[in-house]
T-cell receptor, first 112, second 114 residues
């Protein structure tokens, strides 16, 4: 699986838009980019997944440039409850290994 | 039912004890996973089951023994653990072992080995 690099931590304030960028320079042609969110003492929760350009759901947007060597998770108008660790994962979604490997993640702290 | 249920939520065991962690899902998922997570660290994959067969063992010590009795249940049997095995143990499931299918995680079992 391609290695990912994210900032260790980020701070934001309530109501702001937060963008977390993930670098994945050796992403392969068949790889998709997936983001998970984890609150303390809970399991990770799937947020969004994409292959190229832009994907949006009710929770977040995912921006992927043409070269796909990075991606940006965008959280609109964050609240205190968005304080969590966010993981970027890259892997071949057509593969059958089931090896979902987590990187170090980004700890987002939202302040009032 | 869109949840993965793990029991117990907390477990304290001695190094000579034998205990089991239980994981249950009723989403019809055919892949199930065990992860271990230490404080301030990302989850680490331990085992993958696909269609009730063990498909991946990430070189986990034999004191951890997984079992998949049926497509809805996943157990992790623990024996002769060490204090450094204290961690949050997470179970997850997915439709199949493909990353395209979102993985659903349980809330975990917080294990303390004394």
């Amino acid at each position: 699986l391609a290695k990912t690099t994210q900032p260790i931590s980020m701070d934001s304030y309530e109501g702001q838009e937060v963008n977390i960028t993930c670098s994945h320079n050796n992403i392969a042609t068949n790889d998709y980019i997936t983001w998970y969110q984890q609150f303390p003492s809970q399991g990770p929760r799937f947020i969004i997944q994409g292959y190229k350009t832009k994907v949006t759901n009710e929770v977040a947007s995912l921006f992927i440039p043409a070269d796909r060597k990075s991606s940006t998770l965008s959280l609109p108008r964050v609240s205190l409850s968005d304080t969590a660790v966010y993981y970027c994962l890259v892997g071949d979604t057509s593969g059958n290994t089931g090896k979902l490997i987590f990187g170090q993640g980004t700890t987002l702290q939202v302040k009032p | 039912d869109t949840e993965v249920t793990q029991t117990p939520k907390h477990l304290v065991m001695g190094m000579t004890n034998k205990k089991s962690l239980k994981c249950e899902q009723h989403m019809g998922h055919r892949a199930m996973y065990w992860y271990k997570q230490k404080a301030k660290k990302p989850p680490e994959l331990m085992f993958v089951y696909s269609y009730e067969k063990l498909s991946i063992n990430e070189s986990v010590p034999s004191r951890f023994s997984p079992e998949c009795p049926n497509s809805s249940l996943l157990n992790l049997h623990l024996h002769a653990l060490q204090p450094e095995d204290s961690a949050l143990y997470l179970c997850a499931s997915s439709q199949e072992t493909r990353l395209a299918y979102g993985y659903t995680f349980g809330s975990g079992t917080r294990l303390t080995v004394v």
